[in-house]
Every structure is written in C-alpha cells, then in structure tokens.
C-alpha cells in the first residue's frame, strides 16, 4: 500500500511544476492590455479583440469595447500601442495613431507573406524528399 500512497504523491507534485514560461507575445500582450485599460474610464468593462502582435518592434494594435462615462459600451474601437504609448483611433484625426496603425499592419503583412513563404518551401521539401509525391 505504502508504494501507491507514493505514486500519487509523486504524481501530484509532477503536475505542479508543468508550466511554460510565458511567450514575448503573451507578456507583450498583458502589457498592453494593461496600458490601454489605464486610458480608460472604467478600465474593468474592456475587453480585447483583433490582435496584431509584433514582439520585435514592440508595436500593437487591436480593438477594445469598454464602457463610456455614461455606463454604456462604446463598441469596438482601435488602438495602438508603439514603443509604450497608447494611441486611440479618435475618429482618424490623430497623425500618430494613423501612422502607427499604418505602419503596424505593414509590419503584420510582413510578417504573414514570410510565413506563407515559409510554409511554402517546407512543402517544396517535402515533395523533393518523397520525389513529387505530397
């Protein structure tokens, strides 16, 4: 009996210690949230959708709803986080926020044509090492 009891003990502390460290996109990711919650009035109400994440140049952008000072949700609306500042939509009348978000989507672009690429010329291996059979 004594060696079960030992089984689940050693079991239970084995599954303790099974965590990941968080990725640079999950500790940006909280960052964010955190920054942009800090510009609004109820920064509790907000929630986030639509991110593009682009750890290497430490630029964001997404969407957030969060309440106004009225208690109603404003909708989805953009923002950007560059180099720690927040920057809103604000009805497209801000130069930062559209260069920003400019450049955050080119940078997304990017990045997603490199994957594609990628992924393109892992196929081509693919198919060279079964002779043209994919």
Known sequence: MRPFKELIILGLLAGTGCQKPPTV?????????????ATLRDPDSASFSKWTINPNEKIVCGQVNAKNGYGGFTGDEWFVY???????IDDG????FSKSFDRCM????ARSERRRRDAQAELEKICKENKGVC
């Open 25 to 37: 996109e999950e500790v940006l990711q909280n960052d964010v949230e955190a920054a942009v919650r």
């Open 82 to 88: 560059d180099n720690g500042l927040v920057h809103h």
């Open 93 to 96: 009348k801000s130069p930062k």
């Open 106 to 109: 080119a940078l997304s672009m």
